[in-house]
């Protein structure tokens, strides 16, 4: 049963950083394409990195150069580290991977940017 837990989210100030952790079981993260979003209240869901099952990522342009997406094969996690972090990055934070042609997702992690 594939299944999903984000964790390390939280309160954080303007320019600090954070490392958001998205726990897989049920399948192999190395055999999937995985995704991280956010939603922000009264916003639509934005996917803000990419990381392949060949391990090549891609990110939103609004996160581009300050958060990396990397992935740990012995403990089956996927990592978001986010520098420099803005008060217009908060929001809850989930990941998501297409599996066997269905798409899973976590409950998310909240994260606040504030001073």
């Known amino acids: 049963q594939v299944h999903l837990r984000e964790s390390g989210g939280g309160l954080v100030q303007p320019g600090g950083s954070l490392r958001l952790s998205c726990a897989a079981s049920?399948?192999?993260?190395?055999?999937?394409?995985m995704r991280w979003h956010r939603q922000a209240p009264g916003k639509q869901r934005e996917s803000v990195a990419n990381?392949?099952?060949?391990?090549?990522?891609d990110y939103a342009d609004s996160v581009k150069g300050r958060f990396t997406v990397s992935r740990d094969w012995r403990t089956n996690t996927v990592y978001l580290q986010m520098d420099n972090l803005k008060p217009e990055d908060t929001a809850k934070y989930y990941c998501?991977?297409?599996?066997?042609?269905?798409?899973?997702w976590g409950q998310g992690t909240q994260v606040i940017v504030s001073s």
């Open positions: 049920g399948f192999s993260i190395g055999r999937a394409s």
């Open positions: 990381i392949t099952s060949g391990g090549s990522a």
């Open positions: 998501s991977v297409r599996y066997a042609t269905r798409d899973y």
